[in-house]
Each structure stands twice: as C-alpha cells, then as structure tokens.
C-alpha cells in the first residue's frame, strides 16, 4: 500500500468578514465553525451573520438578547392592534406568548439556533398574531423563508426598559399564587443586576459579584473599530476609571462588544461621564485614518486576541 503523502495542502486564512473553520461558530453553540453552521452539506440552515441589521437598536437589541437578564420594550407592529411587546427572556425561554389579554411578548433568549434569529421572531410574531388563545408560541424548526423582524414592524427607536428581575413576566395578572412568586423569586437570584447607561448606546454595567463590567456593543466595522481602539490604548485613552481597564472583547451577531472590568462598588452612575468621554474619543479615533504605529499595532493585535465570555 502506497504511503499518504506527508506535505499538507496550504491552510487559506479566511477572507475579511468570513469565519474560519477552526474557529467558534458565531451562532454561540460553542462548537467549531467547520462543525456547525460551516458544516459540509449544509447540514444546519445558513448562518446569517449580522441578523439584525436595519433594526432599530440593532446594538441594544444584541445585548438584550446576549447580556441582558431582564428588560422589555414596545413594538409597533401595523396590522394588528394588540400589545407587542420585545423581551429579553420568558419563562422557560419560550420563544413567544400570548397573553389572557391578548397581548404578545417576544423572548429573545431562546433555546434554538436556527441561522437567522431575526427571521425566527418574525416567524413566531407572525404565528402569535395568527393564535388567539393564551398560550405559548413555540419554534420547533427551522421556518424556512419568510418576513424577518425587521420587516414587521416600524419602530424609528426602542423605548427599553432594564428590570431589576422578572416581575414583568407576571405583571399583568391580577390573582397571583404563591407558587408564581416561588417560581419568580428562583429566576431573581439567577439574574445579575444590570443597568444600562443612559447616555450612550448599548453599554450596559453589571455586577456578577466577584467583579463588574462595562460590556458595550458596538455598531463600527471590525477592522475600523480595532484600529481605533488600538489608537486609543496606546494612548492610554481606553480606561473608564482609575482602576477599571479594557480587557477584552467579544463578538456576537456580527458586531463587537468591548468589555471593561471595573472594581466592586463602581456602580453604574459614576461611568457616565467616562463613557461619554471614550464615545467622543472614539469617534475622533475612528475618523483618523492611517496606519497604525509600531506600538498601535502591537495593541491592536493584544486585543484582537482577547476574547472574553459573554456571560
């Protein structure tokens, strides 16, 4: 028998934007791409990379659905003149309700993973609008094609609400039992305590006892947002108090999210003037342009190598 060859074929690193093989499937599951949504034959539904562009909040609606435990807000759905409601998470991560009221909630946080989340919502928005009786909303697969999230409703903006827990998931029943409150008092202490800061996008602290963060999705390309955070660290720009310091990033839904850890007891207050202050450093940032310095570059490679967990 002939022996195989030893020489290995040429390893392609993958084009800007694309996911290599090798590396983490961006849909979260945790396998390797080449394993998941890369995998030959197209054995899973074609993964959409950035889901939720064109979306009002498209960077809140991420950390909603990756950060955040609890918070809800409003949709403007034409067609229908029930309440609708975007959650971050529903009681056994249900993909939707219908409520006694008639109303319909959205979960975000969902056990699927079908390609494209923003069409599973719309999938299971439309569903929900279709069933009368209160109940859940379930996705059991893939819904093949069809109208997207962004296609059904016409909010300019997100009016978002960050709960302290999940009172919300019971707040419009009148006779609750004690067994509702045992069931949500279980999902409280399961919920790190978040707070979004009001004068930026998309930057939410939280406090996950041992440390706290400052975890704020981005909307700017990848390649342009690492350069200018490379600028600003080897400036020493990119700190948002004495002693928190960036540590890293991680990627969800084709956008980045920096992540800073912060000392027990910052709390969320203090950082709105520092986030302001990095908001206008950035984009000052952004629009330099150029190439990097030696040492620019070198921090740019820092970061692009520290990936951080969501949760």
Request: overall charge negative; proline content about 7%; hydrophobic content about 45%.
């Amino acid at each position: 028998m002939a022996k195989k060859s030893r020489t290995k074929a040429p390893v392609t690193a993958p084009a800007e934007g694309e996911v290599g093989p090798r590396q983490p499937c961006p849909c979260g599951s945790g396998k390797r791409y080449k394993a998941c949504h890369g995998a030959a034959g197209g054995a899973l539904p074609v993964f959409v990379r950035r889901p939720f562009e064109g979306l009002a909040n498209e960077c809140d609606v991420i950390a909603l659905r990756e950060l955040v435990p609890a918070a809800t807000a409003p949709l403007t759905v034409p067609g229908t003149d029930r309440e609708v409601r975007l959650n971050s998470l529903l009681p056994m991560a249900a993909p939707a309700m219908v409520r006694d009221s008639g109303a319909i909630w959205l979960g975000l946080q969902v056990a699927h993973q079908y390609g494209d989340p923003a069409r599973d919502l719309g999938a299971v928005l439309e569903a929900a609008i279709a069933q009368q009786d209160a109940g859940i909303v379930d996705l059991s697969s893939a819904p093949g094609e069809g109208p997207r999230l962004q296609d059904l409703i016409t909010n300019d903006s997100l009016d978002i609400t960050v709960h302290d827990g999940f009172g919300y998931w019971i707040d419009d029943i009148e006779d609750q039992d004690a067994s509702m409150a045992a069931a949500l008092e279980q999902a409280n202490e399961a919920a790190y305590p978040t707070v979004r800061l009001a004068g930026v996008e998309a930057a939410y602290w939280t406090n996950v006892g041992p440390k706290e963060h400052l975890r704020w999705v981005m909307p700017h390309p990848e390649d342009a947002l690492l350069d200018a955070l490379a600028r600003l660290h080897a400036a020493g720009q990119d700190a948002m108090t004495d002693e928190g310091r960036l540590v890293g990033m991680f990627r969800a839904h084709g956008l980045l999210a920096p992540v800073w850890d912060l000392p027990v007891g910052t709390g969320a207050e203090v950082l709105e003037k520092p986030a302001a202050r990095f908001a206008a450093d950035l984009a000052d940032a952004l629009a330099q342009g150029g190439d990097l310095s030696a040492e620019e570059r070198s921090a740019r490679s820092g970061l692009a190598n520290r990936q951080v967990t969501i949760r």
